[in-house]
């Protein structure tokens, strides 16, 4: 005999044995183990014994056994399971429990001929229990069928089936979420044949009901119900019996199961019932492996295609403004001009530089990088164009630069916008004339390179503010390239997600393989300002420390607290309204009388909208005019 000890947040500490095959474990007083735990769910998990062990499973709740988070668990003695708040240690005699006999000729599990409503006994095995085991037996063939070649499918109709016979229904359908909607997936009669125009079979607002409660369902005679006599798909269909049982995992709902019988009323008993949500809470992991299997063999193609589709060399992404980048690379690649590339912090610069670079006449010749932010002042121009011996202390030899390290190729000045205004101008010189010169010496050494410039800064502001060369500007921004960032690049991270999850999943041999639903719609939620950059990483350690194969919000740290606000729709207009205005004053070179005319309102309201900003800037508000509900 096993047993398991309860202690509940407030302290009680109580024992309940487990005498029964199926033990179910939650806050509602209608299961063999109730918690009172306000965080527990009405259905949260359930204890199966198999007649040899002890399974622990979930009804729809997330548990831990000893400190890790698990789906299902064998059960040891000593096992520390938690659910909400409540703790419960398992325990169980040295000597297992004698199992159940197998079946004989004398004791028969229940079979069911499809053809009539009664189940057929050649023993004395009551039904309920019989079907019981056929239950559980028929999830371990499921299994074992899941691991073989079969198709998703397949799969899918023989578990429907199994759940048909099991309830002695005459139908059922197997019905997911897909992009937030309920979609029937697999529908199927007793005879196991696929059914047609399934959507109009089944009762939307059963479907409804148990979809938005998470609570199983069983309705005797639909036609008969005060409730749901009224609705007009069960007085279309004259539906009868019906059962339905949601398919919740980790508080998200990924479907619900449906069968049904229309030629009798009561035929489903409570028992049913229980053994139908057992068969669910089981079924649903078999589902998501399924599933999961069959994405990926289709992601796998499709990424295959989406990623020869949307490469540019060695950059993912076919966002419109990507391919806009690719245009002018194709473009500006056979030239020598110089290229500013500009976007956010981690957008993918420097893989640009390169793929310019790749694609140049001047391909076989070195790739240069330097980032002029992360060396020191005093350092930078011995880096860039390098020094003679005795140049400095410290200086032992003669050293060449990036510069000449360069010749015949590309140098890529990252981060130029961080350049100090003294190496500006011996920039500028090198560029113009095409000559450095060594630190410590006179004579000039000719550099037959190209230069790619780099920045997240605005160099246009920092112009103006004194801190960067207006002529070495126009030098370097010959042509720009400008990034978007990855928030504006819509399905590109998601392919870039599916890109990145392979790549590491196959480095660090992990089980993550995918992102569920609740992921999806959290990345899609984040800002990323970290760009691909952050991407990358997030996923990265993601797929390390992954113990499941599909990824959720948290194992991104994608928590509610860490998304994007919803605002209100005044201040969203508000926002957009300021940037727009500012992206049509900088096309007019900062002509307020321009920008006003091209935005079709008086210039006395552009006027204001500027003076409202500095005012802004400086911590004050400007006293309200006649007009101000324009901007």
């Not at 059922?172 to 997936?185: A, C, T």
Request: hydrophobic share 35%; proline share 6%; with cysteine.
């Amino acid at each position: 005999m096993a047993n398991l000890s309860v202690r509940t947040p407030d302290g009680k500490t109580r024992t309940v044995p487990l005498h029964k095959r199926i033990t179910s474990i939650g806050r509602g007083a209608d299961n063999d183990v109730q918690l009172e735990d306000p965080s527990v769910p009405e259905s949260a998990i359930h204890v199966l014994f198999d007649g040899t062990r002890y399974q622990l499973g979930s009804l729809g709740a997330t548990f831990q056994v000893n400190g890790k988070k698990r789906d299902n668990h064998v059960l040891a003695t000593a096992d520390v399971i938690r659910v909400g708040g409540t703790e419960l240690v398992f325990a169980r005699e040295d000597a297992p429990p004698k199992p159940p006999p197998a079946p004989s000729p004398a004791l028969t599990i229940v079979s069911k001929d499809p053809t009539t409503d009664s189940d057929s006994h050649t023993g004395e095995m009551p039904g309920v229990v019989g079907r019981e085991l056929v239950l559980l037996r028929r999830l371990t063939a499921f299994s074992e069928r899941l691991l073989g070649g079969s198709s998703r499918d397949e799969l899918l109709e023989g578990l429907l089936d199994e759940a048909i016979e099991v309830t002695r229904a005459d139908k059922g359908f197997l019905i997911l979420r897909d992009n937030g909607e309920l979609r029937v997936k697999v529908a199927r009669n007793v005879t196991r044949e696929n059914l047609i125009d399934a959507e109009e079979r089944v009762s939307d607002s059963i479907v409804e009901k148990v979809a938005r409660n998470r609570k199983p369902l069983i309705v005797s005679d639909a036609l008969d119900d005060p409730e749901f006599k009224g609705s007009k798909s069960v007085v279309t269909l004259k539906l009868l019996s019906v059962m339905c049982v949601p398919l919740v995992r980790n508080d998200e709902l990924f479907g619900v199961l449906y069968v049904g019988n229309d030629r009798l009323v009561n035929r489903f008993e409570p028992k049913s019932l229980d053994m139908l949500t057992i068969f669910a809470a089981q079924a649903l992991l078999l589902i998501q492996n399924a599933l999961l299997v069959n994405d990926l063999k289709l992601d796998n193609t499709e990424l295959r295609k989406r990623l020869d589709d949307t490469h540019y060399g060695e950059i993912v992404g076919a966002c419109q403004g990507m391919l806009d980048v690719y245009r002018r690379i194709d473009k500006i690649a056979p030239t020598d001009i110089s290229v500013l590339i500009t976007g956010e912090t981690g957008t993918g610069k420097e893989l640009i530089a390169r793929e310019l670079h790749r694609r140049s006449p001047r391909t076989k010749g070195p790739f240069i990088t330097i980032n002029c932010g992360a060396i020191p002042e005093n350092l930078l121009e011995s880096e860039l164009f390098g020094h003679v011996r005795g140049a400095f202390t410290g200086a032992v030899n003669t050293k060449m630069g990036k510069f000449q390290a360069a010749i015949g190729g590309t140098l890529f000045l990252d981060e130029i916008g961080e350049l100090p205004l003294q190496l500006q101008v011996k920039l500028l010189r090198a560029l113009q004339e095409k000559v450095v010169y060594k630190v410590g010496d006179h004579r000039g050494e000719p550099v037959d390179i190209r230069v790619v410039a780099a920045t997240n800064r605005v160099l246009e502001e920092e112009v103006r503010k004194g801190t960067f060369r207006e002529d070495l500007y126009y030098r370097l921004n010959v042509v720009t390239l400008k990034l978007p960032p990855l928030r504006d690049r819509g399905e590109d991270l998601f392919v870039l997600g599916k890109y990145f999850l392979g790549k590491y999943a196959k480095e660090f041999n992990s089980k993550a393989k995918g992102f569920s639903p609740s992921a999806t719609v959290a990345m899609k939620k984040y800002g990323w300002p970290g760009n691909i950059r952050e991407l990358e990483n997030r996923l990265k350690k993601a797929v390390v420390l992954a113990d499941k194969p599909l990824l959720g919000p948290d194992d991104l740290d994608l928590r509610p607290e860490n998304l994007e606000p919803v605002l209100p729709l005044s201040e969203a207009r508000e926002r957009w309204q300021k940037q727009y205005i500012q992206e049509v004053y900088e096309r007019n070179n900062r002509n307020k009388t321009k920008t006003a005319k091209d935005l079709g309102v008086d210039p006395r309201t552009i006027f204001r909208h500027f003076e409202k900003l500095e005012a802004e800037k400086n911590g004050t508000t400007l006293p309200p005019e006649e007009g101000d509900e324009l901007l």
